[in-house]
C-alpha cells in the first residue's frame, strides 16, 4: 500500500541546525505550521501549550542575554563557550518556542499536558518539513533555569517542551541509525510480573 504521508513520516529527519539557513517561513506558513501543531490531541480543551517566535534582532539579544546567565552562573566564559552562548539563537532564521501551560483540572494530570505540548511540537516540525523547510528541536541548559526561562519569555510556572530551529536547507538531512520497529512492540501478555 503506498502512501505519500507514510513514505513522508518514515523519512523525515531532523537537519543541522547551523546548516538551517535564509530564507524563513513568512508568516502565513508560520500561521499554518501554528495550525497545524495545534491539532493535537488535548484533553478537556485545555490547550496547555502556546508558542514563541523568535526571529530578527530578538534572536541576538537572547543571546547576549543567555551568555551573561552563563558567566553569572559559572564564571568567566573562555570565549569559544562565549561565542556558543552568543549564537544560540542566531543560527536558524527562526526559532519557534514550544511552552507547556500547566492548566488546573481535576481529571487531567499534569504529565498529560506536556505530553500534549510534546505532540504540538512534533506537529509543528512535521507540518515545517512539509513545507519544504529543514528543522530540530534542542532545549538545552537554560531550558531547566528559572531565570533563563524569564530570559525566554516564560512565565514562572511555564515550561519548555523545546526550541524548534527552522530554515531553508539544502538536504537530505543525514540519516542516523533507528531503532529496529519489531523490537519496539509486542501483544499484551498479562499483567507485570517483575
Known amino acids: 500500500m ?3 504521508i507514510i513514505d513522508f513520516l518514515l523519512t523525515r529527519n531532523s537537519a543541522p541546525i547551523p ?3 535564509e530564507p524563513a517561513p513568512g508568516d502565513a506558513e508560520i500561521a499554518t505550521m501554528i495550525a497545524a501543531a495545534a491539532r493535537v490531541p488535548d484533553h478537556g480543551r485545555l490547550e496547555p501549550w502556546r508558542f514563541i ?3 530578527g534582532e530578538a534572536r541576538v539579544e537572547i543571546g547576549k542575554q543567555l551568555a551573561a546567565l552563563a558567566e553569572e552562573r559559572e564564571g568567566p566564559l573562555p570565549e569559544g563557550r562565549r561565542n556558543q552562548e552568543l549564537a544560540r539563537f542566531s543560527r536558524a532564521p527562526l526559532v519557534i518556542g514550544v511552552v507547556s501551560i500547566p492548566r488546573e483540572n481535576p ?3 499534569q ?3 506536556f505530553l500534549s505540548g510534546g505532540m504540538a511540537a512534533m506537529n509543528l516540525m512535521i507540518a515545517a518539513n512539509a513545507l519544504g523547510y529543514g528543522t530540530n528541536m534542542i532545549s538545552n541548559w ?3 533555569v528559572p531565570e533563563g526561562r524569564a530570559i525566554l519569555g516564560l512565565a514562572p510556572q511555564e515550561r519548555v517542551v523545546g526550541f524548534v530551529h527552522i530554515g531553508s536547507y539544502q538536504g537530505p538531512a543525514p540519516e542516523r541509525p533507528r531503532p529496529d520497529p519489531a523490537k519496539l512492540y509486542a ?3 498479562g499483567p507485570w510480573a517483575g
Open 2 to 4: 503506498a502512501s505519500p
Open 19 to 21: 546548516e538551517l539557513k
Open 53 to 55: 517566535l523568535y526571529r
Open 107 to 109: 481529571k487531567i494530570p
Open 111 to 113: 504529565w498529560e499536558m
Open 142 to 144: 537554560y531550558s531547566d
Open 187 to 189: 501483544d499484551y501478555q
